[in-house]
């Protein structure tokens, strides 16, 4: 079992930048795609970044290239989600996400944090 914990969210103006940071527990993520989603009110939830567990690949939303950088920290078992030039419609609760082998931008993942709230005012 993976237990993740995300933390990071908050209210922030439009083009203001967030970063947010996913704790791991329960197994190390050294041998686990980790990925971040994102809900936004009244629509289902999307693929933002992952990052295959080998450190070797990652992979973002087209719309988000640029603007968000997904990184790991394998010795601190943390995934973080940087975000920059934020947008009122990158309003959404972002979650954490892991899984086994390659990245897939589907709701296949195999464990979830519970999602922490990015708000972007305009």
């Known amino acids: 079992q993976v237990q993740l914990v995300e933390s990071g969210g908050g209210l922030v103006q439009a083009g203001g930048s967030l970063r947010l940071s996913c704790a791991a527990s329960?197994?190390?993520?050294?041998?686990?795609?980790m990925g971040w989603f994102r809900q936004a009110p009244g629509k289902e939830r999307e693929f933002v970044a992952a990052?295959?567990?080998?450190?070797?690949?990652?992979r973002y939303a087209d719309s988000l290239k640029g603007r968000f950088t997904i990184s790991r920290d394998n010795a601190k078992n943390t995934v973080c989600l940087q975000m920059k030039s934020l947008k009122p419609e990158d309003t959404a609760v972002y979650y954490c996400?892991?899984?086994?082998?390659?990245?897939?931008?589907?709701?296949?993942?195999?464990?979830w944090g519970q999602g922490t709230q990015v708000t972007v005012s305009s």
């Open positions: 996400a892991a899984r086994r082998g390659m990245v897939v931008t589907t709701e296949a993942w195999d464990y």
């Open positions: 990052s295959h567990w080998s450190g070797e690949i990652t």
């Open positions: 329960g197994r190390a993520i050294s041998t686990y795609t």
